[in-house]
């Protein structure tokens, strides 16, 4: 695999993100390419773990309304990159990426930085990576927080996925920041789309970001079976599982009644309704935050 690096100058000047970069490398588990994994890590070490995964074509700066709060309650806040976005390695071929190879990456992360004691906080992609995890190691899991996102298991496509599929395949230019403004209600600054952008050099590193709506299983896709082996642990996860779905996400919206009543976890949870469209972190990241401080103490008991 041909590995790209974003130049750090590349976020020098990012807003509102005054977290330290964090680094860990693990092996590819198929070629054993090595792959540095950028991570925010901020509040107590010994705290239990709060983990923010983020989605497509974000990073975790998308989390930075809300790292701050969560840390200064009491929590160990982790934000990584997923490969292929933010400050971790980026893949140069479309073909050296898959959803199996995503969730074995951030297993392998995990398990190199030996993470217990997790609430995961997810949306979009990172529920779909997220909650994999949780089904393939649920003994680290303490709790989870959906927003605007699921596992889906090859049901049909919602009309505005499919457009949005077909837009990362075939238009002749991707503008990531332009797409993740298009996905919230308030108006982005010129600095914060900038600083969407700025995992991207050029075309070459978006790569990882033009292939991932073509992994997710809406429709007939290889990852089914993998998606129908975690929807069984899922049917018998008693732990704290808390939905906060967006108003206005034209993707997910009513997404909850997948979870809602059928994991066990999501019994007497308050589930609620944050006001926002697709990208809840930048519309709604206090409502998204009062959401993980309640699972997060139920954890902590």
Not at 141 to 155: E, H, I, R, W, Y
Not at 207 to 213: M, N, T, V
Request: glycine share 8%; proline share 8%.
């Amino acid at each position: 695999m041909q590995v790209l690096r974003t130049p750090d100058a590349r976020f020098a000047a990012i807003p509102d993100f005054p977290f330290a970069a964090h680094y860990a490398e693990i092996a590819d588990p198929t070629d054993g390419t090595r792959l540095r994994v950028h991570y925010v890590d901020e509040g107590p070490r010994e705290a239990p773990v709060v983990l923010m995964m983020h989605g497509e074509p974000s990073w975790c700066y998308l989390y930075r309304f809300m790292i701050g709060p969560v840390a200064d309650a009491g929590y160990r806040v982790l934000a990584p990159d997923l490969i292929g976005f933010g400050k971790s390695d980026k893949l140069a071929k479309k073909s050296d990426y898959s959803y199996a190879r995503h969730v074995a990456w951030m297993r392998r992360w995990i398990e190199k930085l030996d993470l217990r004691n997790i609430t995961l906080a997810c949306q979009d992609w990172g529920s779909l990576i997220g909650l994999r995890l949780v089904a393939e190691m649920p003994e680290r899991f303490n709790g989870v927080v959906l927003s605007n996102g699921g596992l889906p298991a090859g049901q049909d496509a919602p009309r505005a996925f499919a457009i949005w599929r077909a837009f990362s395949k075939y238009s002749p230019v991707f503008p990531i920041g332009r797409i993740i403004a298009k996905g919230t209600e308030r108006t982005l600054s010129d600095a914060e789309i900038a600083a969407y952008d700025a995992p991207f050099p050029d075309g070459r590193y978006k790569a990882g970001a033009r292939i991932f709506p073509s992994f997710v299983p809406l429709g007939p896709n290889v990852a089914v079976p993998d998606q129908l082996k975690a929807w069984e642990v899922l049917d018998r996860w008693e732990k704290p599982f808390l939905c906060c779905f967006s108003d206005r996400d034209p993707i997910t919206r009513g997404g909850d009644a997948l979870f809602v009543g059928r994991v066990p976890g999501t019994r007497g949870q308050n589930h609620c309704t944050l006001s926002g469209s697709h990208f809840i972190q930048e519309d709604d990241p206090q409502g998204f935050v009062r959401c993980i401080l309640d699972v997060a103490g139920q954890a902590r008991g």
